[in-house]
């Protein structure tokens, strides 16, 4: 006869949190003190005598709101490993898989390992003016203002998966790095309008007051 999983799980559940010392976790699977105690002596034939019993000794109850928020988590777990995997294999460095998903060096080789994905040693190789502008054109199309955030590395990933075909030796981290370059020079220069347009309202302004 196939020993019923659920007798046997809990019963070596619980005695495993007995002979721990660990009476309030059997409290809480809703063993009394009696009950402890006869389970703590039981010998291995007895529990296996017990176990093999069609009868259930307990009741399931199934919490939907913990069970939904689980399958929720598992969900976008397995969607987190996906994206991780994806970006190992365009080429991301161990800087931009540290900064969006916390990966330590060791964690970002092992999975190359287990990917199979070689990268080059030595600095990220600068794009020419034509894949540069292609980068930037692309970005224009599903830009994220928040370059911090996933939302921002799912663009970039996107940019690099459909330029990839066209340029060779691209990477995700080559266009992970032009962008927020370009972006902090694009903000530069409205910085810099901006700068000059106050001053310009400011000598409006004190022109009109001498007057």
């Not at 970002?108 to 502008?133: I, K, Q, S, W």
């Not at 292609?134 to 996107?158: G, Y």
């Not at 998966?161 to 409205?190: F, H, N, Y």
Request: charge should be neutral.
């Amino acid at each position: 006869m196939i020993i019923p999983s659920l007798n046997y799980a809990v019963l070596t559940d619980a005695l495993h949190a007995l002979k721990d010392g660990n009476i309030r976790y059997c409290e809480s699977l809703g063993f009394t003190f009696d009950e402890m105690n006869a389970l703590n002596q039981l010998s291995l034939d007895e529990l296996f005598i017990i176990s093999r019993e069609s009868a259930q000794f307990l009741a399931v109850t199934v919490h939907h709101d913990a069970l939904h928020l689980l399958l929720a988590k598992s969900r976008e777990e397995v969607l987190q490993q996906q994206r991780i995997d994806h970006a190992i294999r365009l080429g991301g460095s161990i800087a931009l898989l540290n900064k969006y998903f916390g990966l330590t060096s060791n964690e970002v080789c092992l999975r190359r390992r287990l990917l199979g994905v070689r990268v080059p040693y030595g600095r990220t190789p600068e794009p020419n003016e034509d894949t540069d502008a292609a980068i930037w054109r692309q970005w224009q199309q599903c830009r994220v203002a928040n370059l911090e955030s996933t939302d921002a590395l799912a663009a970039m990933m996107q940019v690099t998966q459909t330029l990839l075909p066209k340029v060779e030796g691209l990477s995700l981290t080559m266009v992970w790095k032009r962008i927020a370059l370009c972006e902090r020079e694009a903000s530069d220069r409205e910085g810099r309008t901006c700068r000059m347009r106050s001053t310009a309202i400011r000598n409006l302004m004190s022109n009109d007051w001498r007057r």
